[in-house]
């Protein structure tokens, strides 16, 4: 299981941290991602981990958001810095092992202009 946390209202300019603790190891997860949905869109891809520490952001947050894992603490998290009030959306974590993925339900970031 994946249970994000961290999301809120924070004004434009502002900071969150996004966190995505796991019930068990992910250590066998070979990739980590965040994804985010914004009302009336479709979910989109914002970054990626790879076990060996290869990150991967899209076009729209790279400079302002970086992602991170912890496989001692078992939890993967999202750093993101000078928030736009586009960057308003339900994020979600996802891990992906062998044959196996999961995914979180999901915190509400939303930026205020």
């Known amino acids: 299981e994946l249970v994000e946390s961290g999301g809120g209202l924070v004004q434009a300019g502002g900071s969150l941290r996004l966190s995505c603790a796991a019930s068990?190891?992910?250590?066998?997860?070979?990739?980590m991602d965040w994804y985010r949905q914004a009302p009336g869109k479709q979910r989109e891809l914002v970054a990626t981990?790879?076990?060996?520490?290869?990150?991967n952001y899209a076009d729209s947050v790279k400079g302002r958001f970086t992602i991170s894992r912890d496989n001692v603490r078992n939890t993967m998290y999202l750093q993101m810095n000078s928030l736009k009030p586009e960057d308003t959306a339900d994020y979600y974590c996802?891990?992906?092992?062998?044959?196996?993925?999961?995914w979180g339900k999901g915190t509400l970031v939303t930026v205020s202009s």
């Open positions: 981990i790879i076990s060996g520490g290869i990150t």
């Open positions: 068990g190891s992910i250590f066998s997860f070979y990739k």
């Open positions: 996802h891990g992906a092992g062998l044959g196996v993925e999961y």
